[in-house]
């Protein structure tokens, strides 16, 4: 039996504008979907989905992204201007560096170098 990873799916208020930071952050087209759905493929990996809740977020996420990028300051003046917000400061340990993140709705995820 193979089992493989055909999406990521985030929970959001609003999934047609959540899904075009992404877009824009990961270099992709936005797809906006029936029932208020939209995603983002991702060449070579799972589709990232955004599906619509009626509530907003209210705790840490279980999960999260990490995104490898060559320059971290770039990379976070880049999300910023999109529409993050950075949690602190760059942190470097024996793996590299990363920047903690949030998106426009809350959601963390991680700029990571190394």
């Known amino acids: ?10 929970d959001c208020r609003e999934p047609r ?11 992709a087209e936005p797809v906006d979907r029936a ?11 799972a589709r990232m989905a ?4 009626p509530e907003g977020k209210s705790v840490k996420n279980r999960l999260h992204l990490d995104l490898v990028v060559d320059d971290l300051a770039a990379a976070t003046e880049r999300a910023v201007a999109l529409g993050a917000s950075p949690v602190g ?6 793996q590299g560096s990363f ?3 949030l998106d426009p709705e809350g959601n963390e995820f991680c700029l990571v170098t190394g």
Do not use: C, K, N
Request: charged share 15%.
């Open 1 to 10: 039996m193979r089992v493989s990873l055909q999406q990521i799916v985030v």
């Open 17 to 27: 504008a959540l899904v075009r930071f992404w877009a824009a952050l990961l270099g």
């Open 35 to 45: 029932r208020d759905w939209s995603h983002v493929e991702l060449p070579g990996t």
């Open 50 to 53: 955004f599906q619509p809740v």
């Open 89 to 94: 400061g760059p942190v470097t340990d024996d």
């Open 99 to 101: 920047q903690s993140m």
